[in-house]
């Protein structure tokens, strides 16, 4: 008997277009997880730490566990190139219900209440130069609503984005290798301006390791408070997979473009913080909002505010171009499994993309911005989307029992111990984050179990097929 060639199945003569490089690929990957994260959580994790070196050592932690995380994916998305990812790995390791649990949450809130999020940072930074967008409101007399402009604009862009992905992977994969470009050549910018045009009068990198308390509590502790916002700038780095079912060589490519992109961050993001450092003192980076533009303030004075407004503005339009593009996979391949709505498993016939289903993303998305909800629903779920990559970590150790002979082109470096200690984290992570946050943590576990009376629902509607990739 042959050996099989994978899991799944594709069909390159009907349903979604192979279209996409490896180039484009590690784009998405890049330009999924540098969004807005970069330039507002140094803040916070300077007044956690205080010290420059736990500062550095807690991005490089971050950054090699997602490093972690995407070597698992890797040989996972090696075996099953299908479009949609996580689901289709979650319904091949675990079965329909985790699978669509999984889907659910990230429709509801988790991906398109990050394109809201997203949007409305790119709305606001665009504010920077049209100052009318942040006083715009409408009084309904009863109640008034804030920010009108803001979100129009912001829902603008969820529009425009979702149209440029309608009429093709190959246009929206263009438009993401361009302002993934322009926001890793702005960043650099600004990096390099930090060390060829700043001083650092003293402070250089001081204290580094000094040994004092962190706001009266331990050291584990505060590097775990601290490590949640890293995690949270380095998140969607496994948002390639999704496009599975339409990048060439898929098993071959989506491994590379894992690693390759979450590399590729890890150095940006620890060069940039080691710029901040540079021309502030981590005391100032601790009280300061927006530390990348008092940085550039420092040597361009009232200019640098606009650059790194520019600056957002590329990076956040770039991460809701690649969350846009990706996620609706997700939604196409659970309707393709009668596990979601029938006409979301469309395919237009001209362009070969999910078209419906971008649509659907887009209206959902647009109206978690018009209601102001998107901040509050993301930040109940985060958790969730932690106890997911757990899952999906620890998929891999029941993919190697359950198929031993399936071919990888790709194993996993280090396994077991890469692999488990992904998993060891990401527990950790679920489990702090209920324990410090138990509110929060009890709503988004709401949000997730609402799931179950609609996948019975759907369930009960038909007979799921076994999914076959972007057939």
């Known amino acids: 008997m042959a050996e099989p060639k994978g899991l799944v199945s594709r069909d390159e003569t009907k349903g979604l277009a192979q279209r996409i490089g490896l180039p484009t690929a590690i784009a998405v990957v890049i330009g999924s997880v540098i969004g807005s994260g970069i330039f507002l959580v140094p803040q916070k994790i300077a007044m956690t730490l205080g010290d420059a070196g736990w500062i550095i050592a807690v991005w490089i932690f971050g950054g090699l566990l997602s490093l972690a995380g995407a070597l698992t994916n890797a040989e996972v998305a090696g075996m099953i190139p299908a479009a949609g990812g996580q689901y289709v790995y979650f319904r091949e390791i675990y079965g329909d219900f985790p699978a669509f649990l999984y889907g659910w949450t990230t429709f509801i809130v988790y991906q398109t209440g990050s394109i809201a999020a997203i949007a409305v940072a790119f709305a606001k930074y665009l504010g920077f130069f049209f100052p009318g967008l942040n006083k715009l409101q409408i009084d309904f007399g009863l109640f008034v609503m804030p920010e009108v402009g803001i979100k129009l604009v912001a829902i603008g862009a969820i529009a425009f984005v979702a149209g440029v992905n309608y009429f093709g992977v190959q246009f929206g994969g263009f438009v993401q290798r361009l302002f993934t470009s322009l926001k890793v050549l702005a960043i650099a910018g600004i990096v390099l301006a930090c060390f060829v045009f700043g001083t650092h009068t003293g402070h250089l990198y001081t204290p580094f390791f000094s040994g004092k308390s962190f706001q009266g509590t331990s050291l584990l502790s505060a590097f775990g408070i601290a490590l949640v916002a890293v995690l949270w700038a380095y998140d969607g780095w496994n948002s390639v997979t999704y496009l599975s079912g339409e990048v060439k060589d898929a098993q071959r490519n989506i491994p590379i473009a894992l690693v390759a992109g979450t590399a590729v961050v890890i150095i940006i993001y620890v060069i940039t913080n080691l710029a901040y450092m540079y021309v502030l003192p981590v ?189």
């Open 283 to 471: 005391s100032q980076i601790a009280h300061s909002k927006l530390v990348a533009a008092d940085a550039i303030s420092l040597f361009f004075g009232t200019n640098g505010a606009a650059l790194i407004a520019i600056t957002v503005m590329l990076s956040t339009f770039g991460t809701v171009n690649a969350t846009t593009m990706t996620t609706a996979r997700v939604y196409f391949a659970m309707a393709k499994d009668k596990l979601f709505f029938k006409g979301i498993s469309r395919v237009h016939p001209k362009y070969r993309t999910p078209h419906v289903s971008l649509i659907v993303q887009g209206i959902w998305a647009s109206l978690l911005t018009l209601t102001g909800t998107y901040d509050q629903l993301f930040t109940y779920v985060i958790f969730a989307s932690w106890l997911f990559y757990a899952l999906g970590a620890f998929g891999i150790f029941v993919l190697r029992k359950k198929r031993p002979d399936a071919v990888r082109p790709y194993r996993t470096i280090g396994y077991p111990v890469v692999p488990m200690a992904f998993v060891v984290v990401a527990t950790w992570f679920v489990y702090n984050t209920i324990v410090t946050d138990p509110r929060d943590s009890l709503f988004g576990l709401g949000l997730v179990l609402v799931g179950i009376p609609a996948y019975i629902f759907w369930k009960r509607s038909g007979t799921p097929k076994p999914t076959t990739g972007d057939a």
